[in-house]
Structure formats: C-alpha cells, structure tokens
C-alpha cells in the first residue's frame, strides 16, 4: 500500500473512497428496484429498456398513422418489440369489438399467414436501445458523484486524482456492465447521455469553474 505523499492528496483519496461508496449503494438501489415501465426488471437490464422502447412504439403508434406505419417497418424489418406492440394492440382491438386502423388491420393479416413455429431470425449484435435505460442511469450517477464530491470530474486521467468515470466503472463492475474498458465504456456513455444530468445550480458544479 501506497501512502499519500501529501495532505491534500490524502483528502482527495479519502473523497475517492466515499465517492465509491456512494456509487456502490446508488448502483445496488438501482438493481434492486423495478422500473416505472410495466415490468420488475431493474432499469440496468436490457429488459427493463426494451419496456420502455415498447411503451414509446405502443403510444407512437396509437398516436398517427404515420406512426403506426414506421412502428409496423420496424416489426417486418425483424424488431421483436415492435411486433410485440402490435400484436398486443391487435388483440386489444378484436377484444374490443372494434374496427383497427388500416395499417394494423394489413398487418393483422399478414400475421395470420406466419404459420406454426414462425420466428424472427436472429439479429447479430448489441441493440444500443436495449441499454437506454442503464446508461442514463450510469450518466446520472457520474453527475451526482461530481456534484456530491467536489473536486472530482467526470471523465480524464490524472496521475493524482481518479475520475468520476472510473469510479462508477469499479462500483458497477467491469465484466457485467461495461466489458473490459472499464472506465473508457463509462467515458463513452457519459459524454452521450450527458445531456439528461441535471445542470440548474446547485446541480452542475463541475460544469463551472471554480
């Protein structure tokens, strides 16, 4: 073990050590909560995005016909929740005894031609939507660390004081949320979804100079 040199960079490790706490109680809160979206998935789950992706198509699609008909592409070009969407909305009509839209109705009937044992095939690669959610949720806690724990950045190198991101990537795991880049993934998702974090004071220190 490594002993400070200097006072200053003990506070600062002593800040890095709180800030990683606070991170690893944030990240377990968010696995073990649901989600607002209509499933007990955490929202650092792919399925707990892939709800929110199909609440978004269902009132899309209910909301304009032209809607309704990138929401029916999107399920030819094999996305399975918009499918799922449309079914559901399908069986939600004939339930209702009442008429479907047009597009909805052409769809229903090329549904009906699928026959037995009919399956999307298989689509290669990670879908960037099945992650909205986690990754919102990883900027969000980047933001809050930096604001909680001044001086800390988000994202950087320095051989005297860790970043935000690196932190957040040690508390989430490296193996189960973000691979082998470790904080470099963490990087990546903060400078996208940066945008969401909050930045009205008190919020956003780090954005300002001190």
């Known amino acids: 073990m490594t002993l400070p040199a200097t006072l200053a960079e003990a506070e600062i490790r002593l800040i890095e050590a709180e800030a990683l706490a606070h991170a690893k109680r944030k990240i377990a809160e968010l696995r073990s909560r649901g989600n607002p979206y209509g499933t007990s998935d955490s929202v650092l789950t792919p399925e707990a995005s892939r709800a929110v992706i199909r609440r978004i198509c269902r009132n899309s699609a209910l909301s304009h016909c032209d809607h309704i008909m990138d929401i029916i592409a999107l399920a030819r070009a094999g996305d399975p929740d918009a499918d799922q969407v449309l079914l559901e909305l399908i069986r939600e009509f004939l339930s209702r005894g009442e008429q479907m839209p047009t597009e909805l109705a052409a769809f229903n ?50 051989p005297h004081q860790r970043s935000t991101s690196s932190i957040v990537a040690e508390a989430l795991g490296e193996a189960e949320f973000v691979g082998r880049r470790g904080a470099k993934a963490v990087e990546a998702i903060w400078d996208k979804y940066k945008c969401v974090a909050p930045t009205e004071p008190p919020f956003g220190r780090y954005l300002r100079p001190s």
């Open 109 to 158: 009937m090329e549904v009906t031609r699928r026959g037995e044992g009919w399956q999307f095939r298989k689509r290669q690669g990670k879908k960037w939507h099945h992650y909205i959610l986690r990754n919102i949720s990883i900027a969000l806690l980047v933001a809050d660390i930096c604001d909680r724990f001044p001086p800390l950045k988000p994202t950087g190198r320095s």
